[in-house]
């Protein structure tokens, strides 16, 4: 899914646990010591989302071997796809290096969002796929974490999601008897998705669906 990029991404300092920067180089040689992925604070868990798979290729923007690659939308002007390593993500020089963005989410952030967040979901965080044009969702002035996409079973217990999903299809004029049955076959596998988030702020979990 390549498509040119319009935003500019600069490379920063590898993000900390805590969500600031910190000095980091890339490593010149290999070495038998485990390589701890980076933390990226609005995707937490990327490997469970299946954005980020346990797979050694040789990164194309640092060109060292790597035991993580990306497996997520890239938009850029060449073919980049399951080619980009978590740590070239996470410091900015992917994006920086190949004018490229992992998610496309300019024409849906708030007003209310700093610059900076938006760069950040951008330029460096895994972005994911789904069926129709993904979107990031907001909340409380800022980027929302993405938790992964989910099935009617893992919202069932979560009446913020299911909230924000029936508020989605009440916008689109659907009447209350649809909205539930289309929420009943969601599934994280099939042919109607939903994608969930949590506020870092308030902790409200959200929600859109879309379907093939």
Not at 135 to 146: I, Q, S, V, Y
Request: glycine letters at 6%; charged letters at 25%.
């Amino acid at each position: 899914m390549d498509q040119s990029a319009n935003h500019a991404c600069l490379p920063t300092p590898l993000a900390s646990t805590t969500g600031r920067g910190q000095d980091h180089e890339m490593p010149v040689e290999e070495t038998s010591t485990p390589q701890k992925l980076p933390q990226f604070r609005y995707h937490p868990d990327p490997v469970g989302t299946g954005s980020i798979v346990a797979d050694e290729v040789s990164c194309v923007s640092c060109e060292q071997r790597r035991p993580y690659t990306y497996t997520g939308p890239v938009y850029a002007e060449e073919e980049l796809n399951e080619a980009i390593c978590p740590w070239c993500i996470a410091d900015g020089s992917a994006a920086s290096r190949f004018d490229a963005t992992f998610t496309d989410a300019m024409w849906a952030v708030p007003d209310d969002v700093p610059e900076d967040v938006t760069e950040e979901v951008l330029c460096r965080t895994p972005g994911f796929t789904g069926w129709l044009q993904e979107e990031w969702l907001h909340h409380c002035g800022d980027a929302a974490a993405f938790l992964g996409p989910v099935g009617a079973s893992e919202v069932a217990d979560l009446p913020d999601a299911l909230d924000a999903l029936r508020n989605e299809y009440r916008g689109y004029d659907w009447p209350a008897d649809k909205i539930e049955e289309f929420i009943l076959t969601l599934d994280r596998n099939g042919l109607a998705t939903a994608y969930l988030f949590r506020c870092l702020s308030c902790g409200v979990h959200l929600a859109y669906a879309d379907f093939a």
